[in-house]
């Protein structure tokens, strides 16, 4: 399977990738950031997966989500006729249950079962016994069951099954899992849960207060950012998925399973402009539990819960996604400094005010607290929005984005009527802003540069009308957005930065593809400084990128039409909504 031939389901915990081929390939449970019970996507066949598909069939007829949910239909026509496979993870009660509902359409279907469960990312083969009738299956802290109206027959540490299906007959299998502790969770209903899943996303969506020409696309995205929230904290992940390569069989393979500050205040500004509020009070809540302490201690990631210690490993038992090694998981870079992430903290709190969040007093005195801390370190060099892992540097984006930490906090003084050193702030942002435009700008070339000093460019500096930073008819401007389309554009798709052996910013070797997120941004610069229709362009041939069922991962390779890096990405999907903000 391609990167995009996968459709994602999940319980605003958790999350499962399905293949067009009908297989389950990847499953963390019970969240986000655990350990795998299946992990074929970054192994093969013994890692763990788990198929449904007619015998013979390799992949689907066609396949989409049930209207606007995460329920997803699979549809496979046979010479003998047509069934429908229905996956989805359903509201969590006690324990999480992914659900598959098999129903015959037209004739008779004869399908194959198999199920490889292996916890631990693919290294931990579990003792599997019957139970009542029910495969159970146990490997150190994490039990399985697996209840189904098939038979399924154990053999080579699988278990596989036969079954034919008719027009309007149907099977069930619920796999739920839970502690190897704790007593068997009480059974769902299959049915029943489909009926409260589709209703539970029908009245989510519902509360959408966008409708215009990119409707369709615009409620999708909205719905997977939605999916990778982690519901009992307020946490948001960026991705789902670990250490899918950025650049096919190289190293730039990173876990994003984590809930970064800056990923998550954007995702807050894409859902509070769309209508969802209630999310942006939960995840000041979380933000306030997660980087509770010194402000010089803020971390630009943490775990869903809060958690600091991210430790980065690589798991050598795993091959990789097509031989893309190492597999990692954690990420180092926790541990970075990243200045940015002050300015979109502040902005998207600022942003939720005003779009309807009430107020807190607590958050306040921390936003004061941040402030105080990039007062006296907005001037250091930082590992920056792309997390380099070469010296750290003087990045304009960087600069930018202090600069709006200080506009923001000003405006919430002025506009919200919170207190604060307003004078001292109105001094920052100006001593900031005249810095930036003397040290990040190249007056021989008319554009920003990636660093100070630089010649490089860095797709971040199109983000500089975007914020107000300089007003969208700026030369300074209008120069920036020129140089970027001249030389980190490919096949019409934006590059975050260039990538060579004689430019050591990020320290890693190898390419990678063209950063999407960046590109949405070029379509949203193109349309402030007035030039619409090439802005359109831009954004449809962006659409059409996503895969068939409205999916788009971190990165594409225009070369070989291929989405790279982890899926579905966050980012992508913000900028997705904001750009159809803007364009409308």
Known sequence: MRIEDYALIGDTQSAALVGRDGSVDWLCLPRFDSPSCFARLLGDEFNGFWRLAPAGAETATRRAYIADTLILETVWETPTGAVKVTDFMSPRHTSPDLIRIVEGLTGTVEMTAEIRIRFDYGRIVPWVRRADGDLHAIGGPDSVWLRTTVRLKGGGYRHTGTFTVSAGERETFVFTWHPSHRPRPEPVDPVAQLAETQLMWEEWVARCRYNGPWRDAVVRSLITLKALTYSPTGGIVAAPTTSLPENLGGVRNWDYRFCWLRDAAMTLDALTLSGY??????????????????????????????????????????PGY????????????????????????????????????????????????????????????????????????????????????????????????RTGPVDRWLALRDRIHAEVCEKGFDPERGTFTQSYGSRELDAALLLIPIVGFLPPEDPRVIGTIEAIERELMTDGFVLRYPVAEDNDVDGLPGGEGAFLACSFWLAEARALVGRKAEALELYERLLAVANDVGLLAEEYDPRHGRQLGNFPQAFSHIHLVRTALALS
């Open 322 to 417: 097509e031989s893309s090694r190492p597999v990692r998981i954690g990420n180092a870079a926790a541990g970075q400094l990243q200045l940015d992430v002050y300015g979109e903290v502040i902005s998207c709190l600022y942003q939720a005010r005003k779009q309807g969040m009430p107020p807190d007093d607590h958050a306040w005195a921390m936003v004061r607290r941040l402030m105080e801390f990039l007062e006296s370190n907005w001037d250091k060099p930082d590992e920056g929005l792309w997390e380099v892992r070469g010296p750290r540097r003087h990045f304009v984006h960087s600069k930018v984005m202090a600069w709006v930490a200080a506009d923001r906090v000003v405006r919430v003084v002025e506009e919200l009527g």
């Open 277 to 318: 509020v209630e999310e942006a009070g939960a995840w000041r809540s979380w933000l306030l539990r997660a980087i509770a302490g010194r402000p010089e201690d803020l971390q630009v990631m943490y775990g869903v819960a809060g958690e600091r210690r991210l430790p980065e490993l690589t798991l050598d038992w795993l």
